[in-house]
């Protein structure tokens, strides 16, 4: 059972940064898959960015982020970072943090994931 906070939502204006992290509780968060979401008003969730277990590191970003957006683990912390750098308004959404056993599978696709955190709110001004 893997249980994730995450912190450091807030408001900015277009152009700034922020990070977000996420906490994970249970001693082998080195085994999960770590990855960020995003849900903006009237729409589904979407991929932003993963991280794979501590074994392997890779990372993936959707498109829309890439080069601006940076992800990190810390193992021993058990913690994920998402770094966000010239954000846009439409980066405004609520951002979730997401953990899955690593394994087979598109860790792009919101259904792999069985663990969340409640959320937190990014909001970008123009």
């Known amino acids: 059972q893997v249980q994730l906070v995450e912190s450091g939502g807030g408001l900015v204006q277009a152009g700034a940064s922020l990070k977000l992290s996420c906490t994970a509780s249970?001693?082998?968060?080195?085994?999960?898959?770590m990855a960020w979401f995003r849900q903006a008003p009237g729409k589904e969730r979407e991929f932003v960015a993963i991280?794979?277990?501590?074994?392997?590191?890779?990372?993936k970003y959707a498109d829309s982020v890439k080069g601006r957006f940076t992800i990190s683990r810390d193992n021993i912390k058990r913690t994920v970072d998402l770094q966000m750098s010239s954000l846009k308004p439409e980066d405004t959404a609520v951002y979730y943090c997401?953990?899955?056993?690593?394994?087979?599978?598109?860790?792009?696709?919101?259904?792999?994931?069985?663990?969340w955190g409640q959320g937190t709110q990014v909001t970008v001004s123009s």
């Open positions: 997401a953990a899955r056993l690593r394994g087979s599978g598109d860790h792009t696709v919101r259904r792999q994931y069985n663990y």
């Open positions: 249970g001693r082998t968060f080195g085994n999960y898959v």
């Open positions: 991280v794979t277990d501590a074994n392997d590191g890779r990372t």
